[in-house]
């Protein structure tokens, strides 16, 4: 692709010093470790040059794909070749803010965030102290446990509004969570780059004691051994993924590498040399069955990339993960432009 390799070669001599891998194999970048060769990963180091790396593509029509800690990602066994991808694994402050608040940039770990506020005495994001993700892909998907959700301890999110190049700043409620979804994830085009959350006052020892108690069950219940994407289907309303995939006698089902987990009938593992087909077969053939004896539609909750990799055609309804940049899209505008993230207290 003519323009991707024009942009690699201006991002080159404009960000020197940025971090750009080459050919490097997807695998290696997303909890499942599946994934043929990523033509390049930028990893820019401050907000500034993930501006002006944007800026770039933007000039040469390219728009990023914004990549966390890869824990709800699928990546194609040929790769990706047409896309860059922006990692925001170097978007790392985090601190305190008057008040019971707390800014973080978008790859900021959620185990990092909620150990943050566990030892500020801050309760609200226990729940989210298991959780793999990135706060930018924690807030794009409103990853939630045991009762809590990202939407639940955010205030505000800002993001870079790709096709404007512009920083806006969203209050939580124009973010328009949902469960497992919010406005980042149905439309495209954002970048998530920080978020301020606002906890509320807790003893560091209980909310520590919550954190354990939670991550015991994590333990106990999912197949952490096993190379996975977390669970594989969102909860259909009135139901539990997993109780449906075992009730239709899926457990340990296997194609190829890929199989039902023996331990938690809701999680896809990667039980040794699975490749994305194997897995997207399978979730094909878990959907089918489900469906079959239970006549409900299991959605997937993973990524699976590229869009047109989306499990199609194997149930009534189109459920892929799609997403595009929609001219109906309510607007991308917060309130109002930010020039600069909010200060440390
Ligand atoms: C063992 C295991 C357990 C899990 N348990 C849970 C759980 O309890 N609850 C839960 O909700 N999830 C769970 N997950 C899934 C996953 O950790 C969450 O969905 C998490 O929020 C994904 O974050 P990430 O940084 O890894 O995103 P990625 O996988 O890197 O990306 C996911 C999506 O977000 C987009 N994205 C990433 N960063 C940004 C950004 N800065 N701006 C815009 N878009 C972005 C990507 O393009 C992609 O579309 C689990 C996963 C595993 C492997």
Redesign the pocket.
């Known amino acids: 692709m003519q323009e991707l390799e024009q942009a690699i070669a201006e991002i080159k001599t404009a960000l020197p010093g940025m971090k750009l891998m080459e050919h490097e194999p997807l695998s290696a970048?997303?909890?499942?470790r599946i994934g043929g060769p990523a033509r390049a990963i930028a990893v820019p180091g401050d907000m500034t040059s993930l501006t002006k790396l944007c800026a770039i593509l933007k000039r040469h029509g390219l728009m990023p794909?914004?990549?966390?800690?890869?824990?709800?990602?699928l990546f194609p066994d040929e790769g990706l070749d047409n896309v860059l991808l922006?990692s925001?694994e170097k978007?790392q402050k985090l601190y305190r803010m008057p008040g019971e608040r707390i800014y973080a940039e978008?790859?900021v770990?959620?185990t990092r965030l909620a150990a943050f506020a566990q030892q500020n005495g801050l309760k609200g994001l226990e729940?989210?102290s298991?959780?793999?993700?990135?706060?930018?892909?924690?807030?794009?998907?409103?990853?939630?446990?045991?009762g809590g959700?990202?939407k639940d301890a955010v205030e505000s999110v800002v993001?870079l509004y790709l096709p404007e190049q512009a920083l806006y700043e969203m209050p939580r409620e124009n973010c328009d969570f949902g469960y497992?979804g919010s406005i980042?994830?149905r439309y495209g085009g954002?970048?998530?780059?920080s978020a301020v959350f606002q906890l509320q006052p807790g003893d560091k020892n209980e909310i520590a004691a919550s954190m354990r108690a939670l991550n015991d069950k994590?333990r106990e219940k999912?197949?952490?051994d096993l190379?996975?994407?977390?669970?594989a289907f969102k909860r259909p309303e009135g139901h539990f993924a997993a109780a449906l995939i075992d009730e239709a006698g899926l457990k340990g089902l296997r194609i190829g590498g890929a199989q039902v987990s023996e331990k938690h009938a809701g999680?896809v593992v990667n039980a040794g040399g699975a490749c994305a087909k194997d897995v997207v077969e399978l979730l094909q053939e878990v959907r089918a069955r489900v469906y079959a004896k239970s006549g409900i539609v299991l959605e997937p909750?993973?990524?699976v990339?590229p869009a047109d990799y989306t499990l199609r055609d194997t149930s009534p309804a189109d459920t892929g993960?799609r997403?595009t940049v929609s001219e109906e899209m309510p607007s991308p505008r917060g309130e109002g432009v930010i020039r600069r993230p909010p200060q440390a207290e």
């Open positions: 970048h997303c909890s499942f794909l914004m990549l966390g800690n890869g824990t709800n990602l922006l925001t978007l978008a790859g770990p959620l729940f989210a298991g959780i793999p993700g990135t706060v930018g892909g924690g807030l794009r998907m409103n990853a939630g446990a045991y959700e990202m993001y497992r980042f994830s954002f970048a998530i780059v994590r999912q197949p952490l190379p996975s994407a977390g669970s999680f909750e993973i990524v990339l993960n997403v």
